[in-house]
T-cell receptor, first 114, second 108 residues
Framework: DAMVIQNPRYQVTQFGKPVTLSCSQT?????MYWYQQKSSQAPKLLFH???????NEADTPDNFQSRRPNTSFCFLDIRSPGLGDAAMYLC?????????????FGQGTRLTVV | KNEVEQSPQNLTAQEGEFITINCSYS?????LHWLQQHPGGGIVSLFM?????KKHGRLIATINIQEKHSSLHITASHPRDSAVYIC??????????WGAGTKLIIKP
């Protein structure tokens, strides 16, 4: 059974229309990550939550926001998607209180902006 | 200079060959992940290690913390092993620092 679930798998949105991507986990992991991956590039970390503490990467555009209402769910909000935001968005989780905890990844949401 | 260097960037081999992918990093880390990404985007964590060696089936991962180097080995490679393999050390702030990946193609 999938442990990190991203919805939807594919999202088409209009230029400038706000969109929300969701990630849920059944692992009770305290760290959740959002990555953006464009074609043939390594994933780029947008932000991560360590418990409720939000950590934003310095070069993440203000257009990208995130919410984590509880341990299980994390959302990525793109306030005004541009054509350049079309990418695969990956959610990942890990657990820090066990030292050597692995990261688990969702299948990703492929965002198309039209 | 990138914080994580993987080599080779691309590797094509025949089925059955022994495969080695190398990863060197320049930052202090708490652990290092080896990840596999198939076409279509799904990422699977193969290993997470902070010392020594781990083995899962035909896959072996090693790490030398002092030398800041890790290797991923695939024994008896198979076409289904074709994927992008990514080295991702985990920094002190729990963020994963991604290598550029190694695109592996195993031909029958």
């Amino acid at each position: 059974d999938a442990m990190v679930i991203q919805n939807p798998r594919y999202q088409v949105t209009q230029f400038g229309k706000p969109v929300t991507l969701s990630c849920s986990q059944t692992l009770n992991h305290n760290v959740m990550y959002w990555y953006q991956q464009k074609s043939s590039q390594a994933p780029k970390l947008l932000f991560h939550y360590y418990d409720k503490d939000f950590n934003n990467e310095a070069d993440t555009p203000d257009n990208f926001q995130s919410r984590r209402p509880n341990t299980s769910f994390c959302f990525l909000d793109i306030r005004s998607p541009g054509l350049g935001d079309a990418a695969m968005y990956l959610c990942a989780t890990s657990r820090t209180d066990r030292g050597n905890a692995e990261a688990f990844f969702g299948q990703g949401t492929r965002l198309t902006v039209v | 200079k990138n914080e994580v260097e993987q080599s080779p960037q691309n590797l094509t081999a025949q089925e059955g060959e022994f495969i080695t992918i190398n990863c060197s990093y320049s930052v202090g880390i708490s652990a290092l992940h080896w990840l596999q990404q198939h076409p279509g985007g799904g990422i699977v964590s193969l290993f997470m290690l902070s010392s020594g060696k781990k083995k899962h089936g035909r896959l072996i991962a090693t790490i030398n913390i002092q030398e800041k180097h890790s290797s991923l080995h695939i024994t008896a490679s198979h076409p289904r092993d074709s994927a992008v393999y990514i080295c991702a050390p985990r920094g002190s702030n729990y963020q994963l620092i991604w290598g550029a990946g190694t695109k592996l193609i195993i031909k029958p």
